[in-house]
């Protein structure tokens, strides 16, 4: 638009006659020496005095279509070096947060990181569906292979057990393969979590949806044990004929509390508050330390287990006390032993990090809620005799 102008003031100067042109000419000297006065406040006398000795009619000595163009030019300089200072100016995110310190949106196609903590799509203005990448606090997901794999792998455990349970052949290796496959599928996944949390995906908001994954996690477990426990509690105290009205039934020798299960809750008590240690200390090696002996009383644990079972008088197939009592202890051991797992990779994370992150949290949280599920246990099974 101010090409535009420049031009037509252009075009109107070349119209003056002749006879302006050498006035303009003519009064050029004087009008020269007299405008410099005219931004100075304290010679406004002299400046009313030069021009009062001229006529009504006096023409600058530059045309005006040049006076534009100079103006303009000198607001363009003042312009580009504005935006040349603003570019140099680095974005500062304004909250310490993953999603602002990405860098700034460019005509290219987005990130892997940009692609996951955005969503597409709305129509445009035009009526066309395009591209429109929306922020937001939430990490969205490519599509991932993980659920479909660890429902095959549930699902196979889950028909091997049962093929097990009733002495069908290939039940265990069917058992082993489900089992394998699963805990395959699952150290894929948390290694996919820990690679989108080191890609600065896990936000704020999805970490508090992690942890509330983790407690909805323990939830479903304790709602298993407790039906594993209910079992026991419900045959205990309603004996059948067909067990002589008697439990534990006739011929089998119940595991004493007083013996290694007496042990085995002293050690478990341990790890509760070395566990503990762990998540409210600040010094690296004191929270190594605690997470070394966590890990140690956890194996002590797993240990002790495998020679009670090793030495007890009756096994699986001893009607339903061996069912209850092998089951409900074993699924106990199994939790011990991912909790286990669980938290050696935290110790192994650690030093990466030097502060706990949701993975440690909830891994001492899932550590507590076997510890709890242990006095359950240990005082229906093995105290009550249930």
């Known amino acids: 638009m101010q090409r535009q102008v420049i031009r037509l003031f252009q075009r109107c100067s070349a119209l003056i006659p002749q006879e302006a042109q050498a006035l303009r000419q003519l009064s050029s000297n004087s009008i020269i020496s007299e405008s410099s006065t005219l931004f100075n406040g304290h010679e406004g006398k002299k400046q009313e005095q030069s021009f009062s000795n001229f006529s009504a009619f006096k023409m600058p000595s530059m045309s005006f279509a040049t006076h534009m163009m100079h103006t303009a030019s000198s607001e363009e300089d003042v312009t580009k070096q504005h935006e040349t200072s603003l570019r140099d100016v680095a974005p500062v995110p304004l909250v310490p947060s993953a999603l602002l310190a990405l860098p700034v949106k460019s005509k290219r196609m987005p990130s892997v990181a940009q692609r996951a903590m955005a969503t597409a799509a709305h129509d445009s203005d035009d009526g066309h569906h395009g591209p429109y990448w929306v922020a937001h606090p939430y990490h969205v997901l490519p599509p991932s292979p993980w659920p479909v794999l660890a429902g095959y792998g549930a699902g196979v455990s889950c028909l091997g057990m049962a093929a097990f349970f009733h002495a069908i052949p290939g039940g265990t290796p069917l058992m082993m393969t489900g089992i394998l496959s699963t805990a395959a599928t699952a150290i894929a996944w948390w290694r996919d979590c820990i690679i989108e949390s080191d890609m600065g995906m896990h936000t704020e908001v999805v970490k508090q949806n992690l942890m509330s994954g983790v407690w909805l996690f323990i939830v479903s477990e304790a709602a298993l044990f407790f039906g594993l426990l209910w079992s026991c509690v419900h045959l205990g105290m309603s004996p059948n004929v067909h067990i002589q009205m008697q439990w534990p039934p006739v011929g089998i020798e119940a ?45 002590l644990f797993l240990g002790d287990q495998y020679l009670e079972y090793s030495t007890a008088p009756f096994n699986m197939t001893d009607g339903s006390y061996g069912t209850t009592f092998y089951i409900t202890t074993g699924f106990h051991g199994m939790h011990v032993f991912l909790g286990t797992c669980w938290l050696a990779a935290c110790m192994a994370m650690y030093p990466r990090y030097g502060s706990p992150g949701v993975g440690m949290r909830g891994g001492i949280l899932y550590w507590h809620f076997v510890d709890i599920v242990w006095i359950a246990v240990y005082g229906i099974i093995y105290v009550a005799q249930l």
């Open 255 to 299: 595991v004493g509390w007083d013996k290694r299960a007496l042990v085995m809750s002293a050690v478990l008590a341990g790890s509760y508050y070395s566990a503990n240690v762990a998540m409210v200390a600040r010094d690296q090696k004191t929270v190594m330390g605690a997470l070394a002996a966590t890990l140690a009383l956890g194996v």
